[in-house]
């Protein structure tokens, strides 16, 4: 098992920025592809970004391509996401999850671990 705790979430204008936090406890935390997800009010779940086991790579949705950033701290068991420019559409709940997959992957059934999840709210 493993747990996944994130944190950061708020309220902030257009144009601003958050960084969001996921730690995680449990299993061996460098054996995971870390995801960030995001759902947004009356929308399905989507994928935001992903980065490898070791952090060499990382793979972001068209939608926040260049405004986000995601990094991980193997040693302190932590992986955050660092939004930049943000706009009124990236209002969501944002969740971190962890996937056992070799690779990165946006497929959301692909992550075996999710946490509960944090509000990020865009004013205008």
């Known amino acids: 098992q493993v747990q996944l705790v994130e944190s950061g979430g708020g309220l902030v204008q257009a144009g601003g920025s958050l960084r969001l936090s996921c730690a995680a406890s449990g299993r061996t935390f460098s054996n995971y592809v870390m995801g960030w997800f995001r759902r947004a009010p009356g929308k399905e779940r989507e994928f935001v970004g992903a980065i490898t086991r070791k952090g060499g790579g990382t793979y972001y949705a068209d939608s926040v391509k260049g405004r986000f950033t995601i990094s991980r701290d193997n040693a302190k068991n932590t992986v955050c996401l660092q939004m930049n420019s943000l706009k009124p559409e990236d209002t969501a709940v944002y969740y971190c999850?962890?996937?056992?997959?070799?690779?990165?992957?946006?497929?959301?059934?692909?992550?075996?671990?999710w946490g509960q999840g944090t509000q990020v709210t865009v004013s205008s």
């Open positions: 999850a962890a996937s056992s997959r070799v690779v990165v992957t946006v497929r959301e059934i692909e992550y075996d671990y």
